[in-house]
């Protein structure tokens, strides 16, 4: 089995993911965060509305929603990592985002931008250099009326051996 495929059966498995989380996201474990689907080419991830997750005006905390969207894309990212020969690193380098309904309930996340990353990727190997990706978490309530679209600008760049 391959690096990304043992990526994604961990991520999936949701006994991992909290020990996963735990250990180097501990913010995303206590808001409840979870990935619920993962493909090459998409990731989904919800926040629940929940005592740690409110804000006083009873919807999602904007900050909890943007751990949810950048854990979409960044799961995908770290998924293309696996799969890179060579170390590849990644970082946040901006974001945007637009709020168009009040969040409350279970949120989902979705993001489709996994062959975007993989081309970075690829480029930042051949030319040693850093390169960015803007990325869409597109988040939908239960009724699946999006709530927020954020637009997260990963940098990867490949290690030198």
């Keep these: ?15 991992k993911l909290r020990v ?27 926040v629940p509305f929940k005592y740690l997750t409110k804000n006083p005006f009873r ?12 854990m979409a894309s960044g799961v995908l990212a770290m998924q293309h990592i696996q ?4 170390s590849v ?4 380098v901006g974001l945007q985002a637009e709020f168009t309904k009040k969040a409350v309930g279970l949120v989902t996340f979705d993001c489709a931008d996994g062959g975007l990353i993989a ?11 850093g390169c960015p990706v803007v ?3 597109t988040g939908r309530d239960e009724a699946g009326d999006v709530v927020a679209t954020f637009r997260i600008t990963w940098s990867f760049r490949a290690k030198k051996a």
């Design 1 to 15: 089995m391959d690096k990304a495929a043992t990526f994604r059966q961990t991520i999936l498995n949701p006994a």
């Design 20 to 46: 996963f989380m735990l250990k180097s996201l501990p913010m995303a474990y206590l808001a409840g965060l979870r990935v619920v689907a993962l493909t090459a080419e998409e990731a989904a991830v919800t």
């Design 59 to 70: 919807s999602i905390y904007f900050a909890c929603l943007s751990m949810a969207a950048e």
């Design 83 to 86: 799969a890179a020969a060579g």
């Design 89 to 92: 690193s990644m970082l946040v």
């Design 119 to 129: 081309e970075a990727i690829r480029e930042s190997r051949a030319t040693g250099e």
């Design 135 to 137: 990325c869409t978490s």
